[in-house]
T-cell receptor
C-alpha cells in the first residue's frame, strides 16, 4: 500500500501557482519524498525529490515540513500542459525497490 | 541520450495468442522494471530485473506472464494465451547501476495491449 495521502483532484487557473499537498506521516528517516506525474496516456515522468530541505529544479519546487510528515509540490506558473495525475511517493533513495503508486492527485489546469 | 524505448506502442491480439512487449532501457541503465495500468486504474508494479536476473517478481501473475532481461538486447515481457483482462497499458522503467547516486526510475511511453 502507498504510504502517502493526496487529495483526489484539484483545479488551478492557468498562469497561477499550483500547490499540491501530500501527507506522509509514517515516513522513515532514510526515505525521500519523490514526485512523478502522468500526463494522459503517457508514461510517468519524474519531477523532483527531496529528503528534508526544500528543493527546486526547472520543473517545480518541493517544500517539506520540518517534521517531514507532509510536503507540497509547487508548479509556479501552471500551464494547460501541466494537466496530469501527480503522484507523491516515499522511498529509500539507494534502494532499487519498486515504486508503489497511489491514486495520486488529478490536477486540471483551467484556461 | 535517448530515453526508455518500448515497442510496439500498440498491440492487438486475439484471445489465446501470445503478446511480446519489448523495452530498451536508457543507455547505461542496468535495472528494468515493468508496471501495468489497467483501464481507469493506477500503476501496479509487476517485475524488477537486472541483466540476466529476476530480482523481484512479486507483482507478476502466477501464470501466463514471464519476463527476461538478457545479457544482450531488450527486456521482454511475455504474455501467453492472452485474455481480455490482460488489456492494459504496460510501462517499462529503467534506472542506472549502483554507485551511490539517486535511483529515480525513467519511464517509457508504454505499450497499449488490446485483446479482442
Amino acid at each position: 500500500d502507498a504510504k502517502t495521502t493526496q487529495p483526489p483532484s484539484m483545479d488551478c487557473a492557468e498562469g497561477r501557482a499550483a500547490n499540491l499537498p501530500c501527507n506522509h506521516s509514517t515516513i522513515s528517516g532514510n526515505e525521500y519524498v519523490y514526485w512523478y506525474r502522468q500526463i494522459h496516456s503517457q508514461g510517468p515522468q519524474y519531477i523532483i525529490h527531496g529528503l528534508k530541505n526544500n528543493e527546486t529544479n526547472e520543473m517545480a519546487s518541493l517544500i517539506i515540513t520540518e517534521d517531514r510528515k507532509s510536503s507540497t509540490l509547487i508548479l509556479p506558473h501552471a500551464t494547460l500542459r501541466d494537466t496530469a495525475v501527480y503522484y507523491c511517493i516515499v522511498r529509500v533513495v539507494t534502494s532499487y525497490d519498486k515504486v508503489i503508486f497511489g491514486p495520486g492527485t488529478s490536477l486540471s489546469v483551467i484556461p | 541520450n535517448a530515453g526508455v524505448m518500448q515497442n510496439p506502442r500498440h498491440l492487438v491480439r486475439r484471445r489465446g495468442q501470445e503478446a511480446r512487449l519489448r523495452c530498451s532501457p536508457m543507455k547505461g541503465h542496468s535495472h528494468v522494471y515493468w508496471y501495468r495500468q489497467l483501464p481507469e486504474e493506477g500503476l501496479k508494479f509487476m517485475v524488477y530485473l537486472q541483466k540476466e536476473n529476476i530480482i523481484d517478481e512479486s507483482g507478476m501473475p502466477k501464470e501466463r506472464f514471464s519476463a527476461e532481461f538478457p545479457k544482450e538486447g531488450p527486456s521482454i515481457l511475455r504474455i501467453q494465451q492472452v485474455v481480455r483482462g490482460d488489456s492494459a497499458a504496460y510501462f517499462c522503467a529503467s534506472s542506472p547501476p549502483s554507485g551511490g547516486g539517486y535511483n529515480e526510475q525513467f519511464f517509457g511511453p508504454g505499450t497499449r495491449l488490446t485483446v479482442l
